[in-house]
């Protein structure tokens, strides 16, 4: 616990970016070479794995992690035997066990194509689509293009740690705007056009939110796009989340607004079609005026993926029927546990009188709940909380300083509805017995 307090606490190093030789303009924004902060990294599985190394064998055997976004750790999330009979023909066909083109086979990125386009004004092409191995290479190739000396990309905070740390292996200078939690964590303009300089190559938003469970409206996004348009910067929209949305805003992909600024679209299969092990992820240029996807972004692009080696065939191979296949009642019955699961877990937290959530989230599968360490005797901060509810009652909620935000926590509730009530009932028994006497009721 004190080697991770540490590295928490001191979150910044300074690190040299590296002599790039290759730095060529994306957008009009280009900078010169300079020294940067970069964070120490670590992740929020190394946190979650540190955790579980402090719990004995009976304390594991009764276990509830609701610190990482997998559901597929419990019986009510399943993937359509439609995607396991798809991987199964694929593989047996005998026809997939050679090399595939790196970005993907054409079949397979068409697939991709056509289902983003969908939701869409405008149809992507299979030449847009890039497979992945999940939304977190995704990440990787968009830093990969971004990076040059002295460039920066402005950032969510609270955000997905991931980000952190790709940026410092590529050397890219963050910076990071707030989101506004009485605003429904919408993003705050006015922090990005105060953080944005000459050398802002990108802004990049998470739609359906992690950590947040934001869902934005058509408005917001619209305005986060002309943001994006006058600062010369373009838009990183990871959709990691995209469709998980539980109440009145619909999601709306940020690739409507292509035509004001142009999109970088990050998503995978991870979450929607609950198969994360699958690593079926894709970088999608979303812009249809060419203003990004000049032909030498795009050959700097086809050399790295050569470099990553594609995914394994007979997997990709399975997309197209896959998308196909699924059913909308499946996607429904996703939502509706998740929505049952989000209610039992905020109206847990309303219920224990040291935490609250500024707003119940509207999609995704976390949220973040504010702690009142005033009402505690003997918490000192998140991670002390979120160790020592670890070790008395087995329950696993990630602190919140990993995603930008100290002493609060994020929580998924991405879990069967009635681990989540017994994980609240844990979680109020914990609070309970750690409050200040005169808090007691
Ligand atoms: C916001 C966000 N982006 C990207 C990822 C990575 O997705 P994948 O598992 O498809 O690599 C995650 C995973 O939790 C995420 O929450």
Not at 45 to 61: F, N, P, V
Not at 183 to 208: C, F, H, M, Q, Y
Not at 230 to 236: E, G, I, S, Y
Not at 350 to 372: F, H, N, R, V
Request: net charge neutral; proline share 7%.
């Amino acid at each position: 616990m004190n080697v991770l307090r540490r590295r928490l606490l001191s979150p910044f190093a300074l690190t040299r970016p590296p002599p790039v030789a290759s730095g060529m303009p994306l957008m009009e924004n280009a900078g010169a070479n300079h020294w940067t902060e970069a964070p120490l990294q670590i992740s929020i599985k190394g946190i979650l794995a540190q955790m579980l190394e402090t719990l004995d064998e009976a304390d594991r055997s009764r276990l509830i992690s609701l610190g990482i976004g997998d559901p597929t750790a419990y019986s009510a999330f399943r993937t359509p035997h439609a995607s396991e009979d798809a991987i199964e023909e694929a593989l047996r066909s005998r026809k997939f066990n050679g090399y595939a083109p790196t970005v993907g086979l054409p079949q397979s990125r068409r697939a991709v194509a056509e289902h983003l386009s969908r939701n869409l004004p405008y149809k992507i092409t299979p030449d847009d689509v890039f497979l992945t191995s999940g939304c977190t290479q995704a990440i990787d190739v968009t830093f990969m293009i971004l990076s040059r000396p002295g460039a920066n990309v402005l950032i969510p905070r609270p955000g997905f740690p991931m980000y952190e740390l790709v940026a410092s292996i590529r050397q890219v200078e963050l910076r990071h705007y707030n989101l506004l939690p009485e605003r429904g964590w919408e993003v705050d303009l006015e922090s990005i056009k105060a953080l944005a300089d000459e050398n802002t190559v990108a802004l990049v938003i998470i739609n359906p939110g992690n950590p947040c469970g934001n869902v934005y409206n058509y408005q917001h996004l619209k305005e986060i796009a002309e943001t994006a348009r006058d600062l010369k910067n373009l838009v990183v929209a990871d959709e990691v989340y995209g469709h998980l949305v539980f109440r009145d805003t619909p999601f709306v992909p940020m690739g409507t607004f292509a035509s004001i600024v142009p999109v970088l679209t990050l998503g995978s299969m991870s979450k929607r079609w609950l198969i994360p092990g699958w690593r079926l992820g894709w970088f999608v240029t979303t812009d249809p005026s060419g203003k990004f996807r000049s032909l030498e972004v795009m050959h700097r692009l086809k050399k790295y993926f050569d470099l990553l080696g594609g995914l394994p065939t007979f997997v990709q191979a399975a997309v197209p029927r896959i998308i196909k296949e699924t059913d909308e009642a499946f996607f429904k019955k996703t939502v509706d546990i998740l929505r049952e699961s989000l209610d039992i877990c905020f109206s847990g937290i309303c219920d224990i009188p040291c935490l609250s959530c500024p707003q119940k989230p509207e999609g995704s599968m976390t949220m973040m709940a504010k702690l009142d360490l005033s009402m505690l005797e003997d918490i000192s901060d998140d991670i002390d909380f979120c160790f020592k509810l670890a070790k008395e009652e087995a329950v696993i909620i990630l602190p919140g300083i990993a995603v930008g935000l100290k002493d609060w926590l994020r929580i998924t509730f991405a879990a069967d509805p009635s681990s989540v009530a017994e994980a609240l009932r844990r979680l109020k028994s914990f609070c309970q017995r750690h409050s200040k006497p005169d808090q007691q009721g």
